[in-house]
């Protein structure tokens, strides 16, 4: 299975109506959640949100995970450990109020099991490929000294 | 000393997750998250925790609501330390926090790669430690920089 996730915040019909042509040629089931304001989807199984324990058997469920670069899915992808395609949203379509999920795609494309796609043919391909990696639940040295500092400063 | 009472405020989504991430730094602390998501801090494990609105700046009353709740929660539970990864929720609960004489911590979302989020600007003035989680974004901002949770 599929999991496409958009997040919480808002819709990204870029993203799902090329899902949506995607799952039409797949046999494979896609689940979309699908962000405010739902839609008519026919290939996937869509819906505009999850409940939190619902939206976590879903994502622990999934082979892959597409999704828009939130920092939310990426380290959602990161503790699953699946493999996680993501398409930034961008300001120019009116997919979010300014281009920091493209800023994101750019800092985590280096990211072991972390795919950018641009596109839908970019995302189909993924999709096909054999043994695409997983991402991995491994912290660089920042997260011990920003914990670190936190916990100093609460004393 | 006494333990110390942390309050600990993310909106819903990768606001929370990355407050969650920061869980080991609250250790020997009492904590009591807050989230704007209902079930979201039960599924993670984060308890006792409990429920404020969601808000944004264009929505006044959703913003009075959103006040309300932190407030109350703040009066109850007397926090020495309020921290918040985000969003606005989360600089109201700081600023809430200082008037009952918090520390306060604000750590900007690493999805801000390029500069402060708005809610981390407008949170400056009531963070008396206030975090970026990117070194060149804390370098052009004035703000702090300890690592990220990546």
């Known amino acids: 299975m599929i999991f496409v996730t958009v997040g919480t915040q808002l819709a990204f019909p870029r993203l799902i109506d090329a899902m949506d042509r995607i799952a039409a040629g797949l046999d494979e089931a896609v689940i979309a959640q699908t962000g405010p304001g739902g839609g008519a989807w026919a290939h996937l199984d869509h819906r505009p949100g999850m409940p939190p324990a619902e939206f976590a058997e879903t994502f622990a469920a999934a082979r892959i995970v597409v999704a828009h670069a939130g920092i939310g899915t990426i380290l959602s992808a990161r503790g699953a450990r699946k493999p996680l395609v993501i398409m930034p949203r961008r300001a120019a379509l009116d997919e979010h109020r300014n281009d920091h999920q493209m800023a994101t795609a750019r800092q985590v494309a280096s990211m072991k099991g972390v795919h950018v796609a641009e596109d839908e043919a970019a995302i189909a391909a993924l999709l096909a490929a054999e043994g695409l990696e997983a991402a991995e639940e491994t912290p660089g040295p920042g997260r011990a000294r920003l914990v670190a500092r936190i916990r100093e400063f609460i004393g | 000393m006494t333990e110390r009472r942390i309050l600990a405020v993310a909106s819903g989504g990768g606001h929370w997750q990355q407050l969650m991430l920061l869980r080991p730094a609250f250790e020997g602390g009492s904590v009591f998250y807050v989230t704007t998501l209902r079930g979201l801090a039960e599924s993670h494990g984060a308890a006792p925790a409990g429920f404020a609105p969601d808000c944004n700046r264009n929505e ?91």
């Open chain 2, 60 to 150: 006044p009353v959703a913003v009075v609501k959103t006040v309300l709740a932190l407030l109350w929660r703040v009066l109850r539970f007397r926090p020495h330390v309020v921290i918040s990864t985000g969003a606005l929720p989360g600089v109201i609960a700081l600023a809430c926090g200082r008037l009952v004489g918090a520390r306060t911590i604000w750590v900007d979302s690493v999805a801000n790669a390029e500069e402060m989020s708005m809610s981390g600007r407008l949170a400056r003035r009531f963070a008396h430690l206030w975090l970026s989680q990117w070194e060149h974004v804390a370098k052009a901002e004035g703000a702090d920089y300890a690592g990220s949770v990546l």
